[in-house]
């Protein structure tokens, strides 16, 4: 069973670099077809989808934030990264990481959100 889990600090400061790691069990993230995702929910809205690294180091960014997020991976950890830089209040939500199969044309596997605050 492939599992994820987010890791990274929970507060930030307003202007700082928000730096999170997906951590993956139970299966490889160079496995064919399969998209590394982050996607993020602030408080009382819903889901926004920020962007992919591919299984096969593709990487795709929501253009309403491609400015200021970076997604890398590194295979030898079996790990992803978001850094999203210039950091605001409205980037507070839970944020999940999570694998997009081409196959099943759905996404597969969920990380249970780490909760980061922007504030002072």
């Known amino acids: 069973q492939v599992q994820l889990q987010e890791s990274g600090p929970g507060l930030v400061k307003p202007s700082q670099t928000l730096s999170l790691t997906c951590t993956v069990s139970?299966?490889?993230?160079?496995?064919?077809?399969?998209?590394w995702t982050w996607i993020r929910q602030p408080p009382g809205k819903g889901l926004e989808w920020i962007g992919y690294?591919?299984?096969?180091?593709?990487?795709y960014y929501s253009p309403s934030l491609k400015s200021r997020i970076s997604i890398s991976r590194d295979t030898s950890k079996n790990q992803f990264t978001l850094q999203m830089s210039s950091v605001t209040p409205e980037d507070t939500a839970v944020y999940y990481c999570?694998?997009?199969?081409?196959?099943?044309?759905?996404?597969?596997?969920w990380g249970q959100g780490t909760q980061v605050t922007a504030s002072s």
């Open positions: 999570v694998s997009w199969s081409a196959v099943l044309q759905a996404y597969a596997y």
């Open positions: 690294i591919s299984y096969s180091g593709n990487i």
């Open positions: 139970g299966g490889s993230i160079t496995t064919n077809n399969y998209y």
